[in-house]
């Protein structure tokens, strides 16, 4: 399967522990995203890379979360100290990059449940 | 504020009647549209897109037009069938370098068998 891959696709943790999920994306995609969504929601940008670069992160990725791609293919969200508003299902998606108007594939994503 | 708006939150069609999902944008600045599929637990699925510069785009039973003076977008699928139940967002991105997508709050379809 060549599509964008989510690990792990469930993660229960406490208040106040840290968190990191990783993100595979379709092979030759150079942009990848991280998106959040809750429930009744739509998911809601968080930051993207192309390659290994971070070019916009949004105001809802605070202090502690941080997102990196070392070397322009899988990427790693990680957020410190969780929170139980932290709970939600964390979305990456990746498109080809070569700029204008493209369609973004997502994988399955992982749900974080912060007790 | 909400840039991109679906007033429905729920639909029921029955099965091989035509369902019509409808998804409203603010900013002008958006020039690329999708609409995405999505069942509990799983990421969402790309199904169609259209750009500014068209009114309409077709893929099988899937028919998405643009009113761009209305700032109006809408999805057909004509028939309807029973796998089409799940939750459709409309998704919208500005064209100038940053691709990011806007979602609406999405509308979760049911086809009645």
């Known amino acids: 399967d060549t599509g964008v891959s989510q690990n792990p696709r469930h993660k229960i943790t406490k208040r106040g522990q840290n968190v990191t999920f990783r993100c595979d994306p379709i092979?030759?995609?150079?942009?990848l995203y991280w998106y959040r969504q809750t429930l009744g929601q739509g998911p809601e940008f968080l930051t993207y890379f192309q390659n290994e670069a971070q070019l916009e992160k949004s105001r809802l990725l605070s202090d502690r979360f941080s997102a990196e791609r070392p070397k322009g293919s899988f990427s790693t969200l990680e957020i410190q100290r969780t929170e139980q508003g932290d709970s939600a299902m964390y979305l990456c998606?990746?498109?080809?990059?070569?700029?204008?108007?493209?369609?973004?594939?997502f994988g399955p994503g992982t749900r974080l449940l912060v007790l | 504020d909400q840039q991109v708006k679906q007033n429905s939150p729920s639909l029921s069609v029955q099965e091989g009647r035509i369902s019509i999902l409808n998804c409203d944008y603010t900013n002008s600045m958006f020039d690329y549209f999708l609409w995405y599929k999505k069942y509990p637990a799983e990421g969402p699925t790309f199904l169609i897109s259209?750009?500014?510069?068209?009114d309409k785009n077709e893929d099988g039973r899937f028919t998405v037009f643009l009113n761009k003076s209305a700032k109006h977008l809408s999805l057909h699928i004509v028939p309807s069938q029973p796998g089409d139940s799940a939750v459709y967002f409309c998704?919208?991105?500005?064209?100038?370098?940053?691709?990011?997508?806007?979602f609406g709050t999405g509308t979760r379809l049911t086809i009645i068998p």
């Open positions: 259209i750009s500014s510069i068209k």
């Open positions: 998704a919208a991105s500005p064209n100038f370098g940053n691709e990011k997508l806007t």
């Open positions: 998606a990746s498109s080809i990059g070569t700029g204008g108007q493209e369609t973004q594939y």
């Open positions: 092979s030759e995609h150079n942009r």
